[in-house]
């Protein structure tokens, strides 16, 4: 039988390396997923992944059950690591503007490129908020837990994702319908 | 899922649509902070002359440019000698 994070996390934090590769087995994934929805840039999303996991080890102590998911604890480094890395990227941007790595584009299906875009336009408040509560499947209080925001704040960003998110894609769902 | 997307079956179908390939290959191996650094040199970037090179008269003005650097440089230790 598979092993939650939860038991991982504690097996890791008594010593247990094994544990660990397990915890990293079972979250990469989803981790990836959502730094990549959020970023749009692969390597960025990688780099961050490995990252999170190192800030873990170093802050394994730090983590207590009763405080929330391990999934939630590692979101909330990751988010973090990501937010920093974008913003000092901006500011690099708007310092030297050719220095900045062109990222390599994907080919993808049409639908995904309409989604992939409908959520870019969203504020990244938003985003981060629509990202966790539908793809992740998070609760609200542990949306709130790794975005440090209130659980009303959650709910009041969610709603007005959505609301955006409608309004983008009205022309897809009358296209759909054949409208 | 949440109670907010229940209600919304077609945004949820799209939503769902949105499929990522996963690089395992990248993320099985970790990268040091030199690698990054190297990658991040040998990652293209924008040409910061490209406004320059578009125009036949830019790529001229970068020929000449350095030559006429040269020439004012000379003039000016002409200058310092007299």
């Known amino acids: 039988m598979m092993a939650s994070n939860e038991e991982l996390m504690t097996a890791f934090q008594i010593g247990d390396k094994e544990a660990l590769a397990q915890l990293y087995a079972q979250l990469q994934e989803p981790l990836y997923c959502f730094l990549y929805r959020y970023s749009k840039d692969e390597q960025l999303s990688v780099d961050i992944v490995h990252d999170s996991f190192e800030v873990l080890q170093t802050k394994k102590f730090q983590y207590e059950q009763h405080r929330g998911k ?8 990751a988010y973090r690591l990501m937010i920093n890395k974008l913003n000092r990227r901006k500011r690099w941007q708007t310092l030297m503007p ?5 990222q390599n584009k994907t080919l993808q299906a049409e ?7 409908a959520i870019s336009n969203l504020p990244d408040k938003q985003r981060a908020v629509i990202l966790l509560a539908f793809y992740e499947d998070l609760p609200q209080e542990d949306i709130s837990l790794i975005l440090d925001i ?13 609301k955006s998110l409608k309004a983008e894609l009205k022309e897809d769902f009358h296209h759909e319908r054949g409208i | 899922m949440n109670e907010e997307f229940k209600k919304e079956k077609e945004l949820t179908n799209m939503l769902d649509s949105y499929k990522i390939d996963i ?6 191996q970790k990268q ?17 002359f490209e406004n320059c090179t578009n125009q036949s008269s830019g790529y001229l003005f970068l020929n000449i440019f350095p030559v ?14 007299i």
């Open chain 1, 150 to 162: 209130p659980v009303g704040t959650v709910k009041s960003r969610l709603h007005h994702a959505i």
């Open chain 1, 98 to 102: 050719f220095l900045v790595p062109i």
């Open chain 1, 111 to 117: 639908d995904t490129l309409v989604i992939q875009q």
């Open chain 2, 23 to 28: 690089p395992v290959t990248k993320l099985a």
């Open chain 2, 32 to 48: 040091s902070t030199f690698q990054k650094f190297i990658r991040y040199l040998g990652s293209p970037t924008k040409d910061p």
């Open chain 1, 70 to 77: 391990v999934k939630s604890f590692l979101f909330q480094i």
């Open chain 2, 68 to 81: 006429i650097c040269g020439l004012f440089l000379a003039i000016i230790q002409v200058f310092l000698l």
